[in-house]
């Protein structure tokens, strides 16, 4: 009976916490705990025990890279790397890239303060990125969405609806051929993510559908949702 053929490993990826997290208010928010779990180590674990993923870089601030905190400190290796961030996303994004090496082909990327990523919605994402596509995680839009201006007499009133039925938001990871996203970020530009950059190009970009679970932690209401997902999620 044969053995089954080895993972490949040729995948990479960018853990993006270099924020302050300043509308949370005291430590970075990247180091708060979610029921006892720092919400960075929850993003990274996700990558860090998937069978394709080989390096890891996680984008900090430059005082965290410096000292980090026990927790993180131990997990640095062959596999975690910590590297300081730039000014703005785009810029810690292409410190990571740099940093990767050059043997993996398919890069993620990953917001840190995303702690309930599912290893389905990575899957799909290197099966895209490795075909030759770009791929972002996004869940369509439910809500009925208004374009608002302020009002003459106070306030922000309605200037018009805008249509739902093809929009989406866009989430993490998102993932792309090496090669792409290098030339996505050649100019230094700036971008609401990396797939914008790449759009830019005019190369495609897939959609994966993913769950609203996959919140970005951004203020105190967030975080009380995460406090109370995390019991759905693995530790």
Request: net charge neutral; aromatic share 4%.
């Amino acid at each position: 009976m044969s053995s089954p053929a080895p993972s490949r490993r040729d995948v990479g990826a960018i853990v993006v916490a270099a924020g302050r997290g300043s509308r949370l208010g005291g430590e970075p928010k990247q180091f708060r705990p979610v029921a006892g779990v720092p919400l960075l180590l929850r993003a990274l674990r996700p990558f860090l025990a998937h069978p394709e993923v080989g390096p890891v870089v996680a984008v900090l601030p430059a005082e965290a890279v410096a000292a980090p905190p026990d927790w993180l400190a131990g997990l640095v290796g062959e596999r975690l790397t910590l590297i300081t961030g730039g000014f703005e996303r785009a810029d810690s994004v292409r410190a990571g890239l740099a940093a990767l090496p050059a043997e993996c082909d398919t890069i993620l990327i990953h917001d840190g303060a995303r702690p309930f990523v599912s290893s389905a919605v990575i899957d799909q994402i290197i099966a895209e990125a490795r075909g030759g596509r770009g791929a972002v995680a996004a869940i369509p839009v439910q809500d009925s969405v208004k374009r608002g201006e302020a009002s003459p007499g106070g306030g922000i009133r309605i200037r018009g609806t805008v249509p739902r039925h093809d929009l989406w938001r866009a989430q993490t990871p998102q993932g792309f051929p090496r090669q792409m996203l290098l030339r996505a970020h050649a100019g230094g530009e700036s971008a609401l993510d990396d797939a914008e950059l790449v759009e830019r190009l005019g190369e495609t970009v897939i959609l994966v559908p993913d769950s609203p679970h996959n919140l970005k932690v951004t203020t105190a209401d967030d975080l009380l949702l995460a406090e109370a997902l995390a019991g759905l999620f693995r530790p």
